[in-house]
């Protein structure tokens, strides 16, 4: 018998509130996990290339990778070639890693591991050979589903409250019986059979009988308001503990930010240029510090564009009134800043024919591309990682024409951009007389000019930013856990309104004893590079000091805290299966600002369960009293069991239901948190 099921047997209201909990067996999480993963997978076995079940795969096989295959296994990468994998699955990065197969420090964290490919993990560019390191149970994403299955479920709030009330109530009402039975008996007239009767009478006056109806009944309007919202309720206690929440415990990217890199700075020789407009829709303008800028007259800023424009690769498709991006989010996010200072890609393309490319590769971190000028000779267009560009780079282009390259104030400049949690990537380009056949490595390693830097960022949703205030004025703690880098998170953390001073990292985690993580979260509200066993470690840290913690998350890697957390929040769009599984509550729109439409519901829930209470309890009070003042005078009973019980069921429950459709309070999200070991009355 569980721990649940112990607290509430014996209790009039524990066979309502059980039938209500449902929980994951281990079998339905394992097929989860498993799904994804892939099944098969090409290898090299005696020499040849074969096709083999990823199951069969074993500690040892050569495996071979291609761009839009899983990774079967952990892998040891042997060769690599331009290898970019997509690990939101298991670090939440909200862009592809870059491999490589040189050897990193044992201590490095998860997201940092780039010799090494993780089962379940999409390559997105590249090819790759690797070595079997580990299968199944053994993997990373093996482990996570390890630890999701000796997760131990808390019970919520509203479970614990009831048991205690339940049996505080059945406890009193069973001694008052008993004392009334006693003293009819031998003080009145009044037969033993009689007083029999009249203890029975008593006891179903004094028990509330409706109210696991109007508890199964409000917290199902709960519900279905907060479906309204985006919110789907899989637990249905945790429509109230939504309401006693004080932590809310948020993974970054796509929950707090869009998950759509945007172009936001750009960096030239004289001036610093700001690009407005968020996500992937080609519309915003730009300026320089207040004043308004015309990017097609703007000397620099259209060079600038224009040249990473013609090293994208990445397309902008609409549906309907949203834009989708297919390609790398970096490159992309060059694309729709071209496009908001109204360039277009083909006609480039046309008046500047392409010749030959180089690819993006991540041992030189550029893409340049060679094509012919429409006044003669041809220009080398590249697009690339600033510190490999800055070595590549002998001039740069000011206002008032060419100048040598000061590389001591780029790279300044390029640590000032990259301390506000910017990715950089910088555009140069180097014109020649005469068009060679082909383009090589040789022709693009020296006498580059660069045309400045842009600073890209996934930028905060802005309904993110009015639901932390709003949490923050409700009294309820945001906190940020996600797998990015520390600047990264920390600039993010600042434009949403989460304080961001001190930021801790999965290193540091990885160091820190229980007592010294359990006195870090009181005050840290932002970790960054965190790995499976971190985020678990926190949320138990967080509960520790008695709060009632929400965690959001949609890799699998967010599972195991999501299990534990009072209230798990699974993400319907992008999360994964098994996340969904672990979850409480799934958001079909993955917003942050719907977790707070739902603390809000499940507040109402609550005042409303409680108005239910306080209304039936004085009725059942009532009649309780008629029958201890009729047998004190030695009267007959003024009214039997069956009409007791016909007056509770019928009239008291209909009259408490409209109580559960109250609106909210004005001030319901002005209010703190209700302490979790409060008493219902």
């Given at each position: 018998?569980?721990?649940?099921?112990?607290?509430l047997?014996?209790?009039?209201?524990?066979?309502?509130?059980?039938?209500?909990?449902?929980?994951?067996?281990?079998?339905?999480?394992?097929?989860?996990?498993?799904?994804?993963?892939?099944?098969?997978?090409?290898?090299?076995?005696?020499?040849?290339?074969?096709?083999?079940?990823?199951?069969?795969?074993?500690?040892?096989?050569?495996?071979l990778?291609?761009?839009?295959?899983?990774?079967?296994?952990?892998?040891?990468?042997?060769?690599?070639?331009?290898?970019?994998?997509?690990?939101?699955l298991?670090?939440?990065?909200?862009?592809?890693?870059?491999?490589?197969?040189?050897?990193?420090?044992?201590?490095?964290v998860?997201?940092?591991?780039?010799?090494?490919?993780?089962?379940?993990?999409?390559?997105?560019?590249?090819?790759?050979?690797?070595?079997?390191?580990?299968?199944?149970?053994?993997?990373?994403?093996?482990?996570?589903?390890?630890?999701l299955?000796?997760?131990?479920?808390?019970t919520?709030?509203?479970?614990?409250?009831?048991?205690?009330?339940?049996?505080?109530?059945?406890?009193?009402?069973?001694?008052?019986?008993?004392?009334?039975?006693?003293?009819?008996w031998?003080?009145?007239?009044?037969?033993?059979?009689?007083?029999?009767?009249?203890?029975?009478?008593?006891a179903?006056?004094?028990?509330?009988?409706?109210?696991?109806?109007?508890?199964?009944?409000?917290?199902?309007?709960?519900?279905?308001?907060?479906?309204?919202?985006?919110?789907?309720?899989?637990?249905?206690?945790?429509?109230?503990?939504?309401?006693?929440?004080?932590?809310?415990?948020?993974?970054?990217?796509?929950?707090?930010?869009?998950?759509?890199?945007?172009?936001?700075?750009?960096?030239?020789?004289?001036?610093?240029?700001?690009?407005?407009?968020?996500?992937?829709a080609?519309?915003?303008?730009?300026?320089?510090?207040?004043?308004?800028?015309?990017?097609?007259?703007?000397?620099?800023?259209?060079d600038?564009?224009?040249?990473?424009?013609?090293?994208?690769?990445?397309?902008?498709?609409?549906?309907?009134?949203?834009?989708?991006?297919?390609?790398?989010?970096?490159?992309?996010?060059?694309?729709?800043?071209?496009?908001?200072?109204?360039?277009?890609?083909?006609?480039?393309?046309?008046?500047?024919?392409?010749?030959?490319?180089?690819?993006?590769?991540?041992?030189?971190?550029?893409?340049a591309?060679?094509?012919?000028?429409?006044?003669?000779?041809?220009?080398?267009?590249?697009?690339?990682?600033?510190?490999?560009?800055?070595?590549?780079?002998?001039?740069?282009?000011?206002?008032?024409?060419?100048?040598?390259?000061?590389?001591?104030?780029?790279?300044?400049?390029?640590?000032?951009?990259?301390?506000?949690?910017?990715?950089?990537?910088?555009?140069?380009?180097?014109?020649?007389?005469?068009?060679?056949?082909?383009?090589?490595?040789?022709?693009?390693?020296?006498?580059?000019?660069?045309?400045?830097?842009?600073?890209?960022?996934?930028?905060?949703?802005?309904?993110?930013?009015?639901?932390?205030?709003?949490c923050?004025s409700?009294?309820?703690?945001?906190?940020?856990?996600t797998?990015?880098?520390?600047?990264t998170?920390?600039?993010?953390?600042?434009?949403?309104?989460?304080?961001?001073?001190?930021?801790?990292?999965?290193?540091?985690?990885?160091?820190?004893?229980?007592?010294?993580?359990?006195?870090?979260?009181?005050?840290?509200?932002?970790?960054?590079?965190?790995?499976?066993?971190?985020?678990?470690?926190?949320?138990?840290?967080?509960?520790?000091?008695?709060?009632?913690?929400a965690?959001?998350?949609?890799?699998?890697?967010?599972?195991?805290?999501?299990?534990?957390?009072?209230?798990?929040?699974?993400?319907?769009?992008?999360?994964?299966?098994?996340?969904?599984?672990?979850?409480?509550?799934?958001?079909?729109?993955?917003?942050?600002?719907?977790i707070?439409?739902?603390v809000?519901?499940?507040?109402?829930?609550?005042?409303?369960?409680?108005?239910?209470?306080?209304?039936?309890?004085?009725?059942?009070?009532g009649?309780?009293?008629?029958?201890?003042?009729?047998?004190?005078?030695?009267?007959?009973?003024?009214?039997?069991?069956?009409?007791?019980?016909?007056?509770?069921?019928?009239?008291?429950?209909?009259?408490?239901?409209?109580?559960?459709?109250?609106?909210?309070?004005?001030?319901?999200?002005?209010?703190?948190p209700?302490p979790?070991?409060?008493?219902?009355?």
């Amino acid at each position: 018998m569980s721990r649940v099921t112990r607290e509430l047997s014996g209790s009039w209201l524990g066979w309502t509130v059980l039938s209500h909990r449902s929980t994951l067996s281990r079998m339905t999480r394992t097929r989860a996990a498993r799904r994804a993963a892939a099944t098969t997978q090409k290898g090299i076995r005696e020499g040849a290339e074969v096709t083999v079940p990823a199951e069969e795969l074993v500690v040892g096989d050569v495996v071979l990778l291609r761009a839009g295959e899983k990774v079967p296994a952990d892998l040891r990468l042997l060769q690599a070639r331009d290898l970019q994998i997509e690990e939101a699955l298991l670090t939440g990065e909200s862009v592809p890693s870059h491999k490589h197969v040189d050897a990193v420090a044992p201590d490095a964290v998860l997201g940092d591991r780039s010799c090494l490919a993780f089962s379940g993990t999409l390559v997105t560019y590249g090819t790759a050979r690797g070595v079997v390191i580990a299968t199944g149970a053994h993997t990373e994403l093996g482990r996570i589903n390890e630890m999701l299955g000796n997760v131990q479920q808390i019970t919520t709030p509203l479970l614990r409250q009831m048991a205690r009330f339940g049996h505080v109530l059945s406890y009193f009402v069973l001694g008052i019986a008993t004392l009334t039975f006693f003293y009819g008996w031998l003080f009145t007239t009044h037969g033993p059979g009689e007083m029999f009767l009249a203890a029975v009478a008593l006891a179903i006056a004094a028990i509330p009988e409706g109210l696991p109806a109007i508890m199964t009944i409000t917290l199902t309007i709960g519900v279905r308001r907060m479906a309204q919202r985006h919110a789907i309720i899989r637990q249905l206690p945790a429509v109230d503990t939504l309401g006693s929440v004080t932590v809310i415990c948020s993974d970054k990217t796509g929950t707090l930010t869009r998950n759509e890199m945007t172009v936001t700075t750009l960096a030239l020789a004289d001036r610093d240029v700001t690009v407005r407009g968020v996500g992937y829709a080609p519309t915003g303008d730009f300026s320089e510090g207040d004043q308004p800028l015309d990017p097609g007259t703007a000397p620099g800023v259209s060079d600038l564009l224009a040249t990473a424009l013609l090293c994208t690769d990445s397309h902008l498709r609409q549906d309907v009134d949203q834009y989708r991006l297919e390609g790398a989010p970096t490159d992309g996010a060059m694309l729709v800043a071209a496009m908001k200072a109204g360039l277009a890609r083909d006609e480039l393309r046309q008046r500047f024919p392409e010749i030959d490319h180089i690819p993006f590769s991540s041992e030189h971190k550029y893409s340049a591309r060679l094509v012919h000028r429409p006044e003669g000779g041809a220009r080398i267009a590249v697009l690339g990682a600033p510190d490999q560009l800055l070595e590549r780079c002998a001039y740069a282009q000011h206002t008032d024409g060419i100048r040598p390259l000061d590389a001591a104030a780029w790279k300044q400049r390029l640590e000032a951009l990259a301390a506000q949690g910017l990715r950089m990537l910088g555009v140069a380009r180097k014109d020649l007389d005469a068009a060679p056949e082909r383009l090589t490595a040789e022709d693009v390693d020296t006498e580059l000019m660069l045309l400045g830097l842009a600073g890209i960022i996934d930028p905060p949703r802005d309904e993110a930013i009015a639901a932390a205030a709003e949490c923050h004025s409700a009294g309820i703690r945001v906190i940020m856990i996600t797998g990015d880098h520390k600047l990264t998170a920390q600039a993010i953390a600042g434009q949403i309104g989460i304080a961001n001073a001190t930021v801790r990292t999965g290193g540091e985690l990885d160091q820190a004893s229980d007592d010294q993580l359990r006195d870090w979260v009181k005050e840290t509200n932002v970790y960054a590079r965190v790995s499976p066993e971190h985020k678990l470690r926190l949320v138990t840290a967080l509960q520790s000091h008695g709060a009632v913690v929400a965690m959001t998350g949609d890799g699998v890697n967010d599972a195991p805290a999501i299990k534990r957390a009072d209230v798990g929040v699974g993400m319907g769009v992008t999360g994964t299966e098994v996340t969904k599984e672990a979850a409480d509550m799934v958001l079909t729109d993955d917003n942050f600002a719907s977790i707070t439409s739902a603390v809000r519901e499940g507040r109402t829930v609550y005042d409303n369960l409680r108005k239910s209470v306080l209304f039936i309890l004085p009725t059942n009070g009532g009649e309780a009293a008629t029958l201890l003042t009729a047998i004190a005078l030695g009267s007959s009973l003024p009214l039997t069991a069956p009409q007791i019980l016909w007056v509770n069921m019928v009239t008291a429950v209909t009259l408490a239901l409209a109580l559960a459709f109250e609106p909210p309070e004005g001030d319901i999200m002005r209010r703190p948190p209700r302490p979790p070991h409060a008493s219902i009355l």
